[in-house]
């Protein structure tokens, strides 16, 4: 059984930061890519960031410079590091396993709140 399970969202003033975690468990984890979305209330899902098995990343232009996405293999997690966060950063967020065969599963976590307010 495939489970993502994200964690460290929260509530953070403007300017804050925060660590968001994905723990997979039932995939080959180093041969996934794996990405965060978010959606904001109204709005389509978007992905904020990738890091594929090679450790090549990819950022949305809104969140380059300020979010960090990282993985350890070892411990099958996912990572991405907000910093500078806005009030448009606020949403659920997202973890995302993509298989490197397009015919084959991807798989989503239940997702995580992440709101930054004064």
């Known amino acids: 059984q495939v489970q993502l399970v994200e964690s460290g969202g929260g509530l953070v003033q403007p300017g804050g930061s925060l660590r968001l975690s994905c723990a997979a468990s039932?995939?080959?984890?180093?041969?996934?890519?794996m990405g965060w979305y978010r959606q904001a209330p109204g709005k389509q899902r978007e992905l904020v960031a990738v890091?594929?098995?090679?450790?090549?990343?990819n950022y949305a232009d809104s969140v380059k410079g300020r979010f960090t996405i990282s993985r350890d293999n070892a411990k099958n997690t996912v990572y991405l590091q907000m910093n500078s966060l806005k009030p448009e950063d606020t949403a659920v967020y997202y973890c995302?396993?993509?298989?490197?065969?397009?015919?084959?599963?991807?798989?989503w976590g239940q997702g995580t709140q992440v709101t930054v307010s004064s």
């Open positions: 995302n396993a993509d298989h490197p065969d397009p015919y084959a599963s991807d798989y």
């Open positions: 039932g995939i080959i984890f180093n041969i996934y890519a």
């Open positions: 890091i594929r098995s090679s450790g090549m990343t």
